[in-house]
């Protein structure tokens, strides 16, 4: 975590995600230390050296390992906090702008489409603009409903990042897109996961055709 203090607006999507880190490390050290029990009970069960100089090659192994996933979940919990200060930049550097939310029910592993529609201020008849609601990390649920929310962001320009707050209070983290770029991206996705599938097809089919 970096040192500058929190936005209050923001610290329910902090401790969110201080909860995230805090599981994902429990999991880790539960992993590796039940892995190891169960490689220690096997070894000295058996008595075998074979066994144990096993469990010496796998301690050693390991000790990367942990050492690499420890430094993955630092360098998450950093990239997550660094989103939540650019967060709180945008809350004190610009004023709220009034817009009406419309899900356009486009959901995604790279987020949730939304349409904005300015209700007040120069852009008022420009949009709509899209948005990503949650690119990076399921900080909050977007509304399902059409509803209208309180929007920071420095310019609405594709690739801006934003903050809105809904009626209820909870914080939306996202991002500007472009409808054209955001389908594009949906296509080649979409390409890309059936070459795979085709992939993993004729794989499986030749291996099934030898046995």
Avoid at 38 to 55: K, P, R, V, Y
Avoid at 99 to 125: D, F, I, W, Y
Avoid at 153 to 159: A, F, G, R, V
Avoid at 193 to 204: D, K, P, S, W
Wanted: aromatic fraction near 6%; include cysteine; proline fraction near 6%.
């Amino acid at each position: 975590m970096t040192d500058v203090p929190l936005h209050p607006s923001l610290r329910k999507l902090g401790a969110r995600q201080h909860r995230l880190m805090l599981m994902l490390s429990m999991l880790l050290f539960l992993t590796i230390s039940g892995g190891m029990i169960a490689m220690m009970a096997i070894t000295f069960s058996g008595g075998d050296l074979f066994n144990l100089l096993l469990l010496g090659v796998i301690g050693l192994v390991m000790m990367p390992v942990v050492a690499l996933l420890s430094w993955l979940l630092r360098y998450l919990d950093r990239w997550l906090s660094r989103h939540l200060d650019r967060a709180g930049q945008l809350l004190l550097e610009n004023k709220p702008l009034t817009v009406r939310l419309v899900p356009t029910g486009s959901n995604s592993k790279t987020g949730t489409l939304v349409a904005l529609h300015p209700m007040v201020g120069k852009q008022e008849h420009a949009g709509p603009f899209y948005a990503l609601i949650n690119p990076s990390f399921r900080w909050s649920s977007p509304p399902r409903q059409e509803t209208t929310v309180e929007l920071y962001c420095q310019e609405l320009k594709p690739d801006n990042e934003l903050v809105a707050f809904q009626p209820d209070g909870n914080a939306l983290l996202g991002k500007v897109v472009t409808l054209e770029a955001y389908q594009r991206q949906m296509r080649l996705t979409k390409m890309i996961q059936i070459i795979l599938l085709a992939l993993l097809a004729a794989i499986f089919g030749v291996l099934a055709s030898r046995i």
